[in-house]
């Protein structure tokens, strides 16, 4: 059971979201009057200020400004930007995914520009070539054959990478690569 609440001014608002995820088994939307500490995931329109020592629940944002990544990484769990008009599947697949941890939103809402290249972070160019084909799901030897070097070339850059990022394993690379905004999925 994922634990939504709804902190929008808006009671209309509030009230059709209510509506909204009502459809989805899997999600309760709790009471105004609930601690946010309990929620999974808290919908909000408010301003980021509002909410940026909170660090309970994943955020979801719904706007239609440009949030870029920098400014999600200041706020720990805001990682969901949809914009006002989202269809009920689209919030509803968001507040899944946030609850397992994922970043959510579309690249216009969450990058400056979908064809400018995003920052590389602590990583080489090469690793964030690596890390990007990680995220796609990519085996070492797949890897390995899209960039043109061997797999034992592949395996430094992914340790390299865990070691850079602080991680243990690819799912967390791919994590903090979104967090940071180096990759894109």
């Given at each position: 059971?994922?634990r939504?609440l709804l902190n929008?001014?808006s009671?209309a608002?509030r009230a059709g979201l209510?509506?909204l995820l009502s459809s989805?088994?899997?999600?309760?939307?709790?009471?105004?009057s609930?601690n946010e500490d309990?929620a999974d995931?808290?919908i909000?329109s408010?301003?980021m200020?509002?909410?940026a020592?909170k660090?309970?629940?994943?955020i979801?944002?719904l706007?239609?400004d440009?949030?870029n990544?920098?400014?999600?990484?200041?706020?720990?769990?805001?990682?969901?930007?949809?914009p006002?008009e989202?269809?009920?599947?689209?919030?509803i697949?968001a507040?899944h995914?946030l609850?397992?941890g994922?970043?959510?939103?579309?690249?216009?809402?969450?990058?400056e520009?979908?064809n400018?290249p995003?920052e590389?972070?602590?990583?080489?160019?090469?690793?964030?070539?690596?890390?990007?084909?990680?995220a796609?799901g990519?085996?070492?030897?797949?890897?390995?054959?899209?960039?043109?070097?061997?797999?034992?070339?592949?395996?430094f850059?992914?340790?390299s990478?865990y070691?850079?990022?602080?991680?243990?394993?690819?799912t967390?690379a791919?994590r903090e690569g979104?967090r940071g905004?180096?990759i894109?999925?």
């Open positions: 059971m994922i939504v929008v001014s009671p608002l209510r509506s989805d088994k899997a999600i309760r939307v709790m009471s105004d609930l309990e995931v808290m909000t408010a301003s200020v509002s909410i020592e660090d309970s629940a994943a979801l944002f706007s239609d440009q949030l990544v920098e400014e999600m990484k200041r706020a720990y769990r805001v990682w969901g930007v949809l006002t989202s269809s009920a599947e689209e919030l697949a507040i995914a609850s397992q994922l970043i959510v939103g579309t690249p216009t809402l969450l990058f520009s979908e400018e995003l590389r972070g602590p990583l080489t160019e090469r690793e964030s070539e690596v890390i990007g084909l990680l796609r990519l085996a070492n030897k797949q890897i390995a054959v899209a960039l043109g070097i061997s797999e034992h070339t592949v395996k850059h992914v340790s990478i070691t850079k990022l602080n991680v243990t394993n690819r967390e791919v979104l905004g180096w894109a999925l």
